[in-house]
């Protein structure tokens, strides 16, 4: 590790429950932010959430200002940056998907501004993380960012989501289960520094979600709190990581490989899902009950079901190590050649 001491920075404020949306003004009052805000939303979060974020703050004497973004790239990224330098709010609030808030958490980032997460959707760990993942930049995976100073969701916003983002959710919250595995093998193998208590922390969040996932059911508020909270201790686990290792292991490579190959492609969570039991047969761990909890949830558990070719599933995993060969799991260990992708892909029944 390059820094002389472990650094970790942790959300202030988490708040959760149906109408929370309502609360945003007295969190900003809090933490000191009062004066003016920008708010980084896409144009359907806007409507959903990011009005009502204005018109709050507004209320309260506060100056908003609102940037919609579409696709997150490097470009947008820029432009988010060029509005706070001219505007200077005291806060950044990002409504939206993972997408947006990434884009919003990256932005106040390199300007040294506090940011606020008012996640619209539950479709992966991003929503209370430190990292961000922005196309455009010169890597295909997450870079550090900062963890956001308050995170507000609001459930009455998140049920209006597709259901899919919660199957998404699900699938990175699970894929936690062989993040940890390859860290481990790291720590072993490569003396990488290795947290036991974040560790811990990730791998609870995918065994809560896997003992649960016969509540993750539209309308079910159970199931959709047990995913909430994952996904947040998630975040936090990151933040006490200093990194994304506790959350990301050869399932993410895996998913960030077929995003290089295949484009439109599944979604991030999805992805991860499969991953994570091609990843769990190869730590000759129990990927049955991965994938048969996926099914239950009613993931993807197949190419097919992903939209992508067995081909692409097979050349990914072969280059899934290539993208990060300095994050050790148990894919750079095997290195497996295609044959043996193929092999393995037909195993686990997500090639036929
Ligand atoms: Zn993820």
Known sequence: MSSPYHYMQLPREVIVRNGTLARVTEVVQRLGLSGSALIVAGQKSCEIAGKQVRDLLQQAGMNVDTLLVKTVTNKEILTVEE???????????????????????????????????????????????????????????????????????????????????????????????TAVKDW???????????????????????????KNAKLIQPGNDEGLRVLLEALI????????????????????????????????????????????????????????????????????????????????????LEMAATIRPERYTILHKLNLDREACEKVAKITGIIS
């Not at 003396?191 to 065994?207: F, N, P």
């Open 83 to 177: 509005r706070i330098k001219e505007w200077k709010p005291r806060v950044l609030i990002g409504v939206g998907g993972g997408t947006k808030i990434d884009a919003a958490k990256l932005s106040a980032s390199r300007q040294n501004l506090p940011f606020i997460s008012v996640p619209t959707t539950l479709s992966h760990d991003g929503i209370a993380s430190p990292l961000a993942s922005v196309k455009g930049l010169d890597k295909p995976y997450s870079v550090m960012a900062q963890a956001p100073l308050a995170i507000i969701v609001d459930t009455d916003v998140i049920v209006q989501a597709p259901w899919r983002s919660v199957i998404s959710g699900c699938g990175d919250a699970i894929a936690k289960f």
């Open 184 to 210: 481990k093998l790291a720590h072993a193998e490569k003396d990488e520094y290795y947290g036991e208590y974040a560790a811990s922390l990730a791998l609870m969040s995918a065994k809560l979600v896997m």
């Open 233 to 316: 201790s998630c975040g936090v686990a990151m933040s006490i990581a200093g990194s994304s290792r506790p959350c990301s292991g050869s399932e993410h490579l895996f998913s960030h490989a077929l995003d290089m190959i295949k484009c439109p492609h599944a979604m991030h969570g999805e992805q991860c899902g499969v991953g994570s039991v091609l990843a769990a047969y190869l730590h000759r761990a129990d990927w049955k009950r991965i994938r048969d909890t996926l099914k239950q949830i009613g993931a993807p558990t197949t190419a097919r079901e992903l939209n992508v070719k067995d081909a692409d599933v097979v050349k990914a």
